[in-house]
């Protein structure tokens, strides 16, 4: 009953929206002659994430989504994790409810999609070593430019763990016109959001800056989480500096970032307290918490030679220090108790492109290298136990794009990929009455791996086109799968196919359409009852369904909705592939209901899923579907924007990750409001 309440008022409410807006014309011209543009359409879109060079949409052999500042700046949602979920193929798999401990799905990676979907700032690498999710908490939503979604293989330009697909969040690197803006809000949870960014050009360069802090004491009992976050970006252009005949352009480029946070960890809830509106904020733990430090820097130079091509280098470190203490006791001095990962991250990566011809073919040609190290040690004083890993990996690939006929390109990609390793485990033993740390055997493991994709798309007319695509892919074990695995661990390989249409009416709507499967040959998976990382010894296979729509029927509202069919399976077997939905969808609106007035909402629906350690079928509850609707009001007076907004509106009672029937409910309906100043 309640169901239906919901679908009929959601129903009345998009009808009273669409009747409100009025009989607009989209196709009326602006007053000097000139058609709107088309923000919201995507297939002219330029983007660089799918093959490293800049290209549309339209020639791109994949399903791709570009998220931009207007769509982040006007989304109900307040966290980043939550804005990604309403893409289509996009599913959320969050502990707590905010942007820490947040892990996204692309194309029913299940409970490793932590590894198998790559997450990037500004072509860094947020993906950690070892089995911890990208942390979007790290990342300044103010100063995101837009966010670009691949979905499908990427080892060919990205290498190891570009399985699901790439989400490539690009920053702002300060516009010409100098512009600070600064942010408060307050809601449920006594949540404070405080937010200072700014930016602009002198001469060449270019800079951006960026201040947070972020504080909540959270839906559930020691749920709390603080951060603190400040960034600065440079862009200098150089080339009135060099000599015009040989070079055409050359830039600099420098990002660094900090992070520093605390978090509590107020662990799972009994499946028999998930539906008690008071149990399922309780906690379990209430003196486990965990901090994190985190600083990143990338640099870049890009020379462009003109008929010679254009090079790029880049260089970048992260430092990540990690403290925790999970299982707290008090016959113990926290000390004694508090756990500490190390990470220390190099990486580097060359690309160089050039446009040729041959015979009647227009051609774009890339060659790359890319280049990582990891010096990583885990101290895990529950489990008196430290890990100590240094991991390389080193690839070269090429791509090549060609426009066979005027409507017809074709692309070819192929890496060659080397991965070494150097592991050991230690154990704390007690030496009359002292602890004391015992070293382990060294042990090494290399991999050599390749990967090559073709592709092709076909412009039927200006407004459509259909594309197809067939890669193979890879994924080197991570380091803590290494530390706990069988003897003979070894790389999954797989292969994707892609196929889809992409269509736009006039000014008025685009719709995207793709089938897709792939397989995954040796899939790595972590045996909850042995307790150990081995490969499946069944081929899994997802394949599905994945459609877009965007409408502008009038000037004052756009419309969109996505819906996604998934089949994550063993091959040759009825057993699902555990946290991954058979049915998924979103859509929302953004109404202008008066020139300075926006109303933005937003619903998802997720379909049931296996819970995570489910590996069976026949072990644990599934984990029940859900709705959740968003709502979010704001009012633009000059330079102020005031903003008032709900989540969860009608109070829903869901998970979206459990394990062995240990939930991690989310927040039910919230509430927050705050005031933007832009200057």
Same mark, same amino acid.
């Given at each position: 009953?309640?169901?239906?309440?919901?679908?009929?008022?959601?129903?009345?409410?998009?009808?009273?929206?669409?009747?409100?807006?009025?009989?607009?014309?989209?196709?009326?011209?602006?007053?000097?002659?000139?058609?709107?543009?088309?923000?919201?359409?995507?297939?002219?879109?330029?983007?660089?994430?799918?093959?490293?060079?800049?290209?549309?949409?339209?020639?791109?052999?994949?399903?791709?989504?570009?998220?931009?500042?207007?769509?982040?700046?006007?989304?109900?949602?307040?966290?980043?994790?939550?804005?990604?979920?309403?893409?289509?193929?996009?599913?959320?798999?969050?502990?707590?409810?905010?942007?820490?401990?947040?892990?996204?799905?692309?194309?029913?990676?299940?409970?490793?999609?932590?590894?198998?979907?790559?997450?990037?700032?500004?072509?860094?690498?947020?993906?950690?070593?070892?089995?911890?999710?990208?942390?979007?908490?790290?990342?300044?939503?103010?100063?995101?430019?837009?966010?670009?979604?691949?979905?499908?293989?990427?080892?060919?330009?990205?290498?190891?763990?570009?399985?699901?697909?790439?989400?490539?969040?690009?920053?702002?690197?300060?516009?010409?016109?100098?512009?600070?803006?600064?942010?408060?809000?307050?809601?449920?949870?006594?949540?404070?959001?405080?937010?200072?960014?700014?930016?602009?050009?002198?001469?060449?360069?270019?800079?951006?800056?960026?201040?947070?802090?972020?504080?909540?004491?959270?839906?559930?009992? @020691? $749920?709390? %989480? #603080?951060?603190?976050?400040?960034?600065?970006? +440079? /862009? &200098?252009?150089?080339?009135?500096?060099?000599?015009?005949?040989?070079?055409?352009?050359?830039?600099?480029?420098?990002?660094?970032?900090?992070?520093?946070?605390?978090?509590?960890?107020?662990?799972?809830?009994?499946?028999?307290?998930?539906?008690?509106?008071?149990?399922?904020?309780?906690?379990?733990?209430?003196?486990?918490?965990?901090?994190?430090?985190?600083?990143?820097?990338?640099?870049?130079?890009?020379?462009?030679?003109?008929?010679?091509?254009?090079?790029?280098? @880049? $260089?970048? %470190? #992260?430092?990540?220090?990690?403290?925790?203490? +999970? /299982? &707290?006791?008090?016959?113990?001095?926290?000390?004694?108790?508090?756990?500490?990962?190390?990470?220390?991250?190099?990486?580097?990566?060359?690309?160089?492109?050039?446009?040729?011809?041959?015979?009647?073919?227009?051609?774009?040609?890339?060659?790359?290298?890319?280049?990582?190290?990891?010096?990583?040690?885990?101290?895990?004083?529950?489990?008196?136990?430290?890990?100590?890993?240094?991991?390389?990996?080193?690839?070269?690939?090429?791509?090549?794009?060609?426009?066979?006929?005027?409507?017809?390109?074709?692309?070819?990609?192929?890496?060659?990929?080397?991965?070494?390793?150097?592991?050991?485990?230690?154990?704390?033993?007690?030496?009359?009455?002292?602890?004391?740390?015992?070293?382990?055997?060294?042990?090494?493991?290399?991999?050599?791996?390749?990967?090559?994709?073709?592709?092709?798309?076909?412009?039927?007319?200006?407004?459509?086109?259909?594309?197809?695509?067939?890669?193979?892919?890879?994924?080197?074990?991570?380091?803590?799968?290494?530390?706990?695995?069988?003897?003979?661990?070894?790389?999954?390989?797989?292969?994707?196919?892609?196929?889809?249409?992409?269509?736009?009416?006039?000014?008025?709507?685009?719709?995207?359409?793709?089938?897709?499967?792939?397989?995954?040959?040796?899939?790595?998976?972590?045996?909850?009852?042995?307790?150990?990382?081995?490969?499946?010894?069944?081929?899994?296979?997802?394949?599905?369904?994945?459609?877009?729509?965007?409408?502008?029927?009038?000037?004052?509202?756009?419309?969109?909705?996505?819906?996604?069919?998934?089949?994550?399976?063993?091959?040759?077997?009825?057993?699902?592939?555990?946290?991954?939905?058979?049915?998924?969808?979103?859509?929302?609106?953004?109404?202008?209901?008066?020139?300075?007035?926006?109303?933005?909402?937003?619903?998802?629906?997720?379909?049931?899923?296996?819970?995570?350690?489910?590996?069976?079928?026949?072990?644990?509850?599934?984990?029940?579907?859900?709705?959740?609707?968003?709502?979010?009001?704001?009012?633009?007076?000059?330079?102020?924007?005031?903003?008032?907004?709900?989540?969860?509106?009608?109070?829903?009672?869901?998970?979206?990750?459990?394990?062995?029937?240990?939930?991690?409910?989310?927040?039910?309906?919230?509430?927050?409001?705050?005031?933007?100043?832009?200057?």
């Amino acid at each position: 009953m309640g169901g239906h309440l919901i679908q009929k008022s959601i129903f009345y409410f998009l009808l009273a929206v669409l009747l409100a807006a009025g009989p607009s014309n989209a196709e009326d011209d602006n007053a000097d002659g000139r058609p709107p543009k088309e923000t919201r359409f995507e297939m002219q879109e330029v983007v660089v994430t799918a093959t490293r060079m800049k290209d549309e949409i339209r020639n791109v052999p994949r399903n791709v989504t570009v998220i931009t500042a207007e769509d982040i700046a006007q989304a109900p949602s307040n966290y980043l994790p939550d804005i990604l979920s309403r893409q289509v193929g996009v599913n959320l798999q969050s502990l707590y409810g905010t942007d820490k401990q947040a892990v996204l799905d692309l194309r029913g990676m299940g409970q490793n999609a932590s590894s198998n979907v790559l997450v990037m700032v500004d072509g860094f690498r947020l993906n950690t070593p070892d089995l911890a999710a990208p942390d979007f908490s790290t990342l300044p939503i103010d100063e995101i430019e837009r966010i670009e979604i691949v979905r499908g293989a990427g080892s060919v330009v990205y290498g190891s763990g570009a399985v699901g697909g790439v989400i490539n969040i690009i920053t702002n690197k300060g516009r010409k016109k100098p512009s600070a803006h600064l942010y408060t809000s307050y809601g449920s949870y006594d949540t404070f959001d405080g937010r200072a960014s700014g930016g602009g050009q002198y001469k060449n360069l270019r800079a951006s800056a960026n201040a947070s802090y972020y504080d909540t004491n959270g839906y559930r009992d @020691n $749920g709390l %989480l #603080r951060k603190k976050d400040a960034g600065i970006r +440079l /862009g &200098y252009d150089a080339s009135q500096y060099v000599n015009s005949d040989t070079f055409d352009a050359v830039t600099f480029s420098f990002d660094a970032g900090y992070h520093h946070d605390k978090q509590g960890f107020p662990g799972g809830v009994p499946i028999d307290d998930i539906n008690s509106s008071r149990r399922r904020r309780k906690t379990t733990s209430p003196h486990d918490e965990g901090k994190t430090t985190e600083g990143r820097l990338r640099g870049g130079v890009e020379t462009d030679f003109g008929p010679w091509g254009v090079l790029k280098i @880049n $260089g970048g %470190l #992260r430092n990540r220090s990690n403290d925790f203490i +999970l /299982g &707290y006791t008090p016959l113990k001095s926290r000390s004694d108790q508090t756990s500490h990962i190390n990470d220390h991250t190099l990486v580097s990566d060359l690309g160089y492109a050039k446009e040729y011809s041959l015979g009647p073919t227009q051609n774009t040609f890339q060659f790359g290298t890319d280049y990582s190290y990891t010096d990583y040690v885990s101290k895990r004083m529950d489990q008196n136990e430290r890990k100590n890993s240094k991991t390389e990996s080193l690839g070269f690939f090429f791509t090549n794009q060609t426009q066979l006929l005027k409507d017809l390109s074709a692309n070819i990609g192929y890496r060659y990929n080397i991965f070494k390793g150097q592991f050991r485990n230690d154990e704390q033993k007690n030496f009359n009455g002292s602890s004391r740390w015992v070293n382990g055997k060294k042990f090494h493991r290399n991999f050599d791996d390749n990967a090559f994709d073709v592709g092709a798309v076909y412009d039927m007319r200006e407004d459509t086109s259909v594309f197809a695509s067939f890669a193979t892919r890879f994924r080197s074990p991570n380091v803590d799968e290494f530390a706990l695995a069988e003897d003979n661990l070894k790389p999954q390989k797989g292969k994707h196919f892609n196929a889809g249409l992409r269509y736009r009416f006039k000014r008025l709507a685009e719709v995207t359409l793709t089938f897709f499967q792939m397989e995954i040959k040796d899939e790595i998976q972590f045996d909850p009852v042995l307790r150990i990382n081995s490969n499946y010894k069944n081929t899994t296979r997802r394949r599905g369904l994945e459609t877009a729509l965007k409408l502008h029927p009038f000037k004052t509202l756009y419309l969109w909705g996505n819906y996604t069919y998934m089949d994550a399976r063993f091959k040759n077997k009825d057993i699902r592939i555990p946290l991954v939905p058979h049915h998924s969808g979103s859509f929302g609106l953004e109404w202008r209901i008066v020139e300075p007035l926006l109303l933005g909402f937003t619903g998802t629906l997720v379909g049931e899923r296996h819970d995570g350690n489910d590996i069976d079928n026949n072990s644990f509850a599934k984990l029940d579907a859900y709705q959740v609707y968003d709502a979010k009001l704001s009012y633009t007076w000059k330079k102020f924007k005031l903003f008032t907004g709900v989540n969860n509106i009608f109070d829903e009672s869901y998970s979206t990750v459990a394990f062995s029937e240990s939930y991690f409910p989310m927040p039910t309906r919230n509430y927050y409001g705050g005031i933007q100043w832009s200057f």
